[in-house]
């Protein structure tokens, strides 16, 4: 249906109606020109004009102002008694706690104060603040792809760089490092180098926590894990020194020189003792010696690495001590032997009871597994491997790398996971119940080679250390630094099984050496005579030929008649030599015939 609606209006309300015509035109106004404004103008010829269609932009920079920090410690101690009581006598304190303890006073407020503890023990026992809620849950195997984060780099603040060689983790919560630095390369230390190793807090990377002076660059460093304020370092020139960080960055204590080592010291490692106050050093001039920091005037006892018995010491590279077992003790060499020693040897040559040939050049990780301590771990030239204590070759080993490898450790929370870095400045993860041919993971520290590296002990957090001085934190991902379901079960099992594999080719390959050495002729068995002996070279000579023979057979006559024309030229000669003699009167022994 199609809705019209009509508007009507009257001609007169719509105005004036246009009327539109043709009509010439008409000038209304005319200005004639005036010569004398030209005066005011200069004529531009050529005349060029640019126009750029773009919007005016302008630009501004903002730097936020840095602030340094520094760190300050209050020491709180026992207050609250009356200026004429000495806090720091024992015996006037407890005088003056019995005095108090009589007056009427301090018995109402006990009694007052009872209601109060009482009220607030019943709260405890209504409610336990520190209950752990799914302890008995079963943790499920984490999903996450293993990778590690960059959390902080410290740097050395020196204006010449060195290389920082070795770091240690404060031994109670891990919140400190204590880096070594020094110019490793022979006779390429320049000259105003500076000497100091510094302390870091990990969560101020801007500037150490403090500083270590010591009379030479410092190798190797190590906290005492009894008491986290002393740390002991090996320095450059062979010097062992002491620090308690409470006296400040100078040694407490240094050895002397005619009593240290004559190399630098690579590595430290603390012995438990009741006083824990003992360590002992090693280097690659050949020694291993026991200290005591109470008097490093010097050493308690000494160890020469001679493995052969005849004054030829091996320089030594790295240790590890395991506090469960007090008189064993390893130490990895230049050759890439690990020696395993006995402290409590009635003399020094049986000192070294046990040699393992490891690699093809120096030994530069020795670590027991945290878990298993009967399986090791080094690391040396281009691949790690794992032993175990009663198997003489490795029962695992990496593949062989495309760059040689500086260092490695085991992880702290999980015993199937170890670490290795790189001389191109990389670490690897393995994963060893994932995958064994290639590692888990591969991260780029820098571009200088790693010197160090070293887990933390809750194995979250992974430090590494670099040639151009650097220090990296990495946090690692919870697959790789979380227990796994039946993780131990598992590793146990495949280290006793390629522990027994490897026996059992030990034991084949014995029995095949014996074998042979039984078939040598001069083994010690029966040798052949008579017809044995002319069956044996008949036998032989027949195998001989039939190797050498073409087919036809020409070859063998032709040997056999060369031989024979040997045999009648001897006989020949004998002849001639024995005439010859007769007619000159000289008796000549049988078999001499013939001049020699």
Avoid at 229 to 239: A, E
Avoid at 348 to 354: A, F, G, L, M, Q
Avoid at 514 to 525: D, E, L, M, T
Wanted: proline share 6%; net charge negative; with cysteine.
């Amino acid at each position: 249906m199609e809705i019209v609606y009509v508007y009507q209006r009257k001609r007169r309300d719509f105005g004036r109606q246009p009327l539109f015509m043709d009509r010439p035109a008409e000038i209304g106004v005319s200005v004639a020109p005036d010569p004398s404004y030209m005066k005011n103008y200069v004529e531009r010829n050529p005349c060029q004009a640019e126009v750029q269609c773009a919007p005016e932009k302008s630009e501004h920079e903002v730097n936020t102002e840095s602030f340094s920090f520094t760190n300050r410690g209050i020491l709180h101690t026992e207050g609250g008694w009356p200026k004429d009581v000495d806090a720091t006598d024992v015996e006037h304190t407890i005088r003056y706690r019995k005095k108090v303890e009589k007056d009427e006073e301090y018995m109402r407020v006990i009694k007052v104060l009872g209601d109060s503890m009482e009220h607030c023990i019943k709260q405890n026992n209504a409610i336990d603040i520190y209950e752990e809620y799914f302890v008995d849950a079963v943790d499920t195997i984490s999903a996450d792809a293993p990778a590690a984060k960059s959390l902080n780099v410290y740097r050395d603040p020196n204006a010449i760089k060195r290389a920082a060689s070795y770091l240690s983790w404060y031994p109670d919560d891990g919140h400190k490092i204590a880096v070594a630095y020094s110019v490793l390369d022979f006779q390429a230390m320049p000259a105003n180098m500076s000497l100091d190793s510094y302390i870091w807090d990990i969560e101020n990377p801007n500037m150490p926590e403090q500083t270590l002076s010591p009379n030479s660059p410092l190798v190797s460093i190590k906290y005492n894990p009894k008491d986290p304020h002393i740390l002991v370092g090996g320095c450059y020139n062979g010097l062992l020194s002491f620090w308690d960080t409470r006296k400040g960055s100078f040694p407490v204590d240094t050895s002397p020189i005619e009593k240290s080592h004559r190399d630098p010291v690579f590595n430290v490692a603390w012995v438990q003792s009741k006083s824990g106050s003992e360590f002992f050093s090693v280097s690659t001039d050949g020694q291993v010696l026991w200290w005591d920091i109470r008097k490093l005037s010097e050493p308690t006892e000494t160890m020469l690495i001679d493995p052969e018995k005849n004054g030829n010491t091996v320089g030594g590279t790295v240790l590890d001590f395991e506090t469960t077992m007090p008189t064993k003790f390893m130490v990895g060499a230049e050759n890439g032997s690990i020696f395993m020693c006995n402290k409590k040897a009635k003399n020094p040559s049986e000192k070294i009871t046990h040699i393992y040939p490891g690699h093809h050049g120096p030994v530069y990780a020795l670590q027991r597994n945290p878990f298993f301590l009967k399986n090791f771990l080094t690391v040396g030239d281009w691949k790690a491997q794992i032993w175990s204590e009663d198997v003489r070759s490795p029962i695992m080993s990496t593949k062989y790398s495309m760059h040689y490898l500086t260092d490695g450790c085991w992880s702290t929370a999980r015993p199937s996971v170890f670490f290795t870095s790189k001389l191109d400045g990389t670490f690897d993860v393995w994963d060893y119940i994932f995958k064994q041919n290639e590692p888990t993971l591969t991260v780029q520290v820098c571009n200088a080679p790693i010197h160090c590296i070293k887990a933390q002990e809750h194995g979250k957090i992974l430090a590494a250390t670099a040639r151009d001085g650097s220090t990296t934190i990495f946090e690692l991902s919870e697959g790789l630094s979380r227990l796994q379901n039946n993780e131990k079960a598992i590793f146990s099992q495949m280290l006793e099984r390629e522990a027994k594999r490897e026996k059992t080719l030990e034991s084949s390959a014995r029995e095949k050496r014996i074998k042979a050495a039984q078939k040598r002729p001069n083994s010690g068995a029966s040798r052949p005579t008579g017809a044995a002996l002319e069956e044996l070279i008949r036998l032989s000579e027949e195998d001989f030929f039939s190797y050498i023979d073409d087919g036809s057979g020409l070859i063998k006559d032709e040997a056999l008649a060369r031989a024979r024309e040997y045999d009648t030229s001897i006989a020949n000669a004998t002849k001639s030599n024995a005439s010859d003699a007769a007619s000159a009167g000289i008796d000549m022994p049988a078999g001499e015939g013939v001049a020699a």
